[in-house]
């Protein structure tokens, strides 16, 4: 039914006015827009975000360093619920103090979060970087190619909801045109409404 009501405005009839019309070439020119703008703004906003992310994936594989660290003791939980609970409590991970190599021989220490009960000695694999610092896990190419992915996904759905946002208000304005037509219509109309010489 929808179709068949917008379909009617490019059919001649003499109930057609010029802004259906013209408010049908507008659809269809929107319609094409979200198409190639959409399409054309995702693949360039995944193609470039694609590219900077294998260039983080790459830097970060370069500096980050897997070491061995030793348990020296867990740090003792405050009761949940309190204001100065940790976010790393708060996700399930417990703090110990730890050692571990730095990247000329020295040992490391510091306050470091696990996820599973690190008893003193307990060893584990963590991630540092070139300084011996705590680091994070280095993004991998899939992770990379996820973000890329939903990167592009959204900036062409932004770029067809702008052109949506056009075309409705392109609409609205022609839809208040047709209004102010059809109150100087009527105004016309009145002065002449019963006159036999009117022919109306």
């Not at 070439?25 to 995702?42: K, P, S």
């Not at 830097?59 to 405050?78: C, I, K, P, S």
């Not at 996820?115 to 003193?120: K, S």
Request: glycine residues 10%; contains cysteine.
């Amino acid at each position: 039914m929808r179709a068949t009501r917008w379909a009617w405005r490019w059919r001649r009839n003499p109930l057609r006015r010029r802004t259906d019309a013209l408010e049908a070439w507008i659809g269809l020119a929107a319609v094409a827009l979200m198409l190639l703008a959409g399409t054309a703004t995702g693949w360039a906003t995944g193609t470039l975000a694609h590219k900077a992310l294998r260039e983080t994936v790459r830097e970060q594989q370069r500096h980050r360093h897997l070491v061995t660290a030793t348990a020296l003791r867990t740090l003792r939980t405050r009761p949940a619920g309190t204001d100065r609970e940790t976010a790393t409590e708060r996700e399930g991970h417990l703090r110990v103090i730890a050692r571990w190599p730095g990247p000329e021989g020295e040992r490391l220490s510091g306050v470091v979060a696990v996820r599973d009960a690190a008893d003193p000695g307990h060893r584990f694999r963590l991630w540092t970087d070139d300084r011996g610092r705590v680091a994070g896990r280095p993004m991998d190419r899939g992770t990379a190619a996820v973000h890329a992915v939903l990167a592009g996904v959204g900036a062409g759905a932004g770029a067809a909801g702008l052109v949506e946002g056009c075309r409705r208000a392109a609409v609205w304005r022609l839809t208040r045109r047709r209004y102010a037509d059809w109150d100087r219509s009527w105004r016309q109309a009145a002065h002449t409404w019963g006159r036999a010489d009117a022919g109306s």
